[in-house]
């Protein structure tokens, strides 16, 4: 991998960084406002459903932050790029849709199999 595709690669996933906390932001809003609203009988449950969507959305939007922040630190050493599994190169194509992986495809796909996923 060469420092050009380095750069492209690390320019992919700070914007994808950005697009989870304005996602974040967004819903945070949303939030906002409807807290601040007078809270009727139907609203109640409707801000229950809420809660539950933004524990879920929160773990899974830090989940997708830390990843990207992994991979963001290992860039500045060799690691980044190389499969955690195999220990060989992960594919330009791969990285490309996935900067953020830690695996090749094939590990991947193995890992998914025994998951059951
Ligand atoms: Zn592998």
Redesign the pocket.
């Known amino acids: 991998m060469n420092a050009q595709d380095l750069q492209h690669l690390k320019n992919l996933l700070l914007k994808q960084r950005d697009e989870i906390f304005d996602r974040l932001q967004r819903f945070e809003a949303d939030w906002d406002a409807l807290s601040e609203r007078d809270i009727e009988m139907e609203e109640e449950a409707q801000k229950a459903d809420l809660t539950a969507l933004y524990d879920r959305l929160d773990e899974m939007e830090q989940h997708e932050i830390e990843e990207i922040d992994r991979a963001l630190s290992k860039m500045g050493t060799v690691s980044y790029g190389t499969?955690?599994?195999?220990?060989?190169p992960?594919g330009l194509q791969r990285l490309e849709s996935l900067p953020a992986t830690r695996?090749?495809?094939?590990?991947?796909l193995k890992a998914e199999k025994r998951t059951g996923l």
Not at 83 to 88: Q, R
């Open positions: 499969c955690e599994k195999c220990l060989k992960i695996f090749c495809k094939r590990c991947a």
